[in-house]
């Protein structure tokens, strides 16, 4: 299955057009293996609404095909920021709509933990959520991030809670026979939150490991094997707008 | 066919109108959400809109009796207005726009008001002097031709006049939006009660209701909590006289100054009773169109476009919405 | 340039205008400008008066509605922003990007209605001066800047 997937739930403005072997998932077939990834300049916000059709178009012209490459379109529903969710559905919607292809909504976080999905230990992916948080969810070592949910579920955490978290993590992963090697977390929240995950036994690799760049192929992956509902795709906010709290 | 979508604020726009100006559909998903709030709030109305708008668009092709197929021309409104729900429509535009390969058309907010004035069956051909008064927008304009860029005669120099409307509301207590409930309050009072200002004496056709503002609040003061209670009919009519007022002067001005003789009024404050029976006392020609399209809609966004100029694909890839009227050196 | 604190009375919008311009010449890019003081003291007036006297050619008006506004300024500055949290209860749940447009190295800030946003607008740059607008009866206002 060709898959066009698109992610602007970071500041990476991700898109990339794979073909999927839906059987054995992880290999790809007939590989129209294009990626284009944006990055903004240091200290500059994301420039999705002006990259991320261009990106597509770019991605499209290069498959020589054009929309006839494609089967389905991907999207990440976060969790991110709130603004570059909205430009990435929103265009993922329309063109939906408009090319007349399915629609598949997929977690960010989900995404971002394939890329240790071959290590057999458990794994965090961990996105910074802004004002000092962090966006996150855990899967066990005999989780598979491509087909289960996570056993620690999509959350927003502060620094303190996400080393407590981290911290049952790594002990449930010691304390199995034979001890699995010490989780894995990865993201650009698992950069910025080095220190607490590292204290709490959790191992983050290296900041220029591309494991820690949300990966548009990994959304072609999830999206082969999902299941495309009627239900419009909704963003993955994680946190309510103050003024709904209040009102309550 | 143009389809049009407009998200600047707080109403979900689609709409679908002929290359000859007739409204085919004007969808117009209204968010009731934000009353309680007491305004807009942002992230409320950007949520509202990506969840709204795909069934928005499917009602506007169903009622238009039409498919995308129909679709010769895309158009969405890229700004003035709250940036995060601009960018929902304006994405989900471009993107249908792109997967059809059709041109695009990047549309000014205010072309959109003056342009109401071009749909059928009312068409209002230029040369007219146009007023559009709205929560976000006050300003005149000496509208010569259908383009995007009129000739500017005064805008506002501070609050909107819808916003003055909102702010005294606040004042007098009265729920949100607060026109609606100031005018159905002002009926029962003496709009003569409390003279109010107008900055007549200030010069131009620029408009200002700071100082309407201002002194609503220190009469409330004044008269202390129980009177103001008592009499807080009077004090809306009063207010909403010295709105209306401020409005009128500078239209009469302006329909001095450039000789119009018929006037366009566009923006949700023309739906106000007491701005309307004053503009009827002009006796120039009053060209006002029906409630929904003085609102914020999507026909008066196709409307424009048919008078922009439009991108061709895929020039508009990386086209990018704007909060006001600025752009970069 | 005049000295903080600093504590004046203005008894005319012009007048406010130039006390806000005196009080600019301390600002530096990425400067961040809080103005407090209720409906109708003149905040708008003093985010003019401040405005200009950076190089804003633009009228500068009320930015309610759109929460933000920028005008082009002259250089060093790219803009000055002028930012209204009137009509939010908080920022602590708005999107983070709310105010990305409006704060950076090369805009000077002015914020009305500061309060629901305090620590988030700490963030976004050096919170360089607080002035509080208060209404002394008719055109007469008290302003203060600290």
Known sequence: MRVLALDTATALTAVALQDVDEEANACLRDVVDLVAVDE?????????????????????????????????????????????????????????????????????????????????????????????????????????????????????????????????????????????????????????????LEAAGVQVPPEDSSRHRVSARSHCRLAALARISAVPVEPEYLRAPDAERTSR | ???????????????????????????????????????????????????????????????????????????????????????????????????????????????????????EPARLEPPFLALVASGGHTLLADVRDHGPAPRLLGQTLDDAAGEAFDKGARLLGLGYPGGAALERLAVEGDPEAFPFPTAARMRGLD????????????????????????????????????????????????????????????????????????????????????????????????????YSTASSFPDYLELDVYSTGERPR | MLDLPFNGTSSSAAQTERFAAALSARLEPGDIVLISGELGTGKTTFVRGAARSLGVSDQVTSPTFTIGQRYAAAPPLDYVAHVDLYRLQSLEHEDPDLLADYAGPAIITFVEWPAVGLERLESLGRIALHVTLAHRGGDERRIEAA
């Open chain 2, 1 to 119: 066919m143009i389809l049009a979508i407009e998200t600047s604020c707080d109403d979900t726009c689609v709409a679908l109108v002929t290359a000859r100006g007739e409204i085919r559909s004007n969808v117009i998903s209204s968010q009731r959400v934000h009353d309680r709030f007491g305004g807009v709030v942002p992230e409320i109305a950007s949520r509202q809109h990506l969840s709204l708008l795909p069934a928005a668009l499917s009602e506007a092709l169903e009622l238009a009796g039409a498919t995308l197929d129909d679709v010769t021309l895309v158009a969405a409104t890229r700004g003035p207005g709250l940036v995060a729900a601009l960018l929902v429509g304006f994405s989900a535009g471009k993107a249908v726009a792109a997967a059809r390969e059709l041109p695009f058309a990047a549309v000014d907010h205010l072309h959109g008001h003056l342009a109401a004035s071009f749909l």
């Open chain 2, 207 to 306: 408009f200002s209701f700071a100082g309407l503002k201002t002194a609503l609040l220190y009469k409330v003061r004044e008269l202390g909590e129980t009177e103001a209670e008592r009499r807080r009919a009077d004090l809306a009519a009063s207010y909403q006289r010295a709105i209306v007022e401020t409005l009128m002067i500078r239209v009469r001005r302006a329909l001095e100054q450039t000789g119009a003789t018929r006037l366009a009024v566009g923006g949700g404050v023309a739906a106000n009773g007491a701005l309307r029976a004053a503009l009827a006392g002009l006796g120039v020609a009053v060209e006002i169109p029906p409630a929904v399209l003085c609102t914020d809609n999507a026909a008066m966004i196709a409307s424009a476009a048919r």
């Open chain 1, 40 to 196: 903004p300049a240091l200290g500059a916000r994301p420039n999705h609404a002006r990259r991320l059709l261009a990106l597509i178009h770019e991605v499209l012209e290069l498959s020589g095909a054009g929309w006839a490459a494609v089967d389905r379109i991907a999207v990440g529903v976060g969790p991110g920021t709130f603004t570059g969710l909205r430009i990435g559905i929103a265009t993922a919607q329309a063109l939906a709509t408009s090319a007349g292809l399915p629609l598949a909504g997929v977690s960010t976080l989900q995404s971002l933990a394939l890329g240790a999905a071959h290590d057999r230990r458990a794994v965090l992916a961990v996105l910074d959520a802004r004002r000092g948080e962090a966006f996150m969810a855990g899967w066990s070592p005999e989780q598979d991030p491509l087909l289960d949910e996570p056993e620690w579920p999509p959350q927003v955490l502060s620094p303190e809670s996400l080393q407590r978290v981290a911290a049952q993590v790594a002990t449930q992963a010691a304390s199995q026979v034979p001890a699995r090697a010490v989780p894995l977390a990865l993201g650009d929240g698992a950069v910025r939150f080095r220190r607490q």
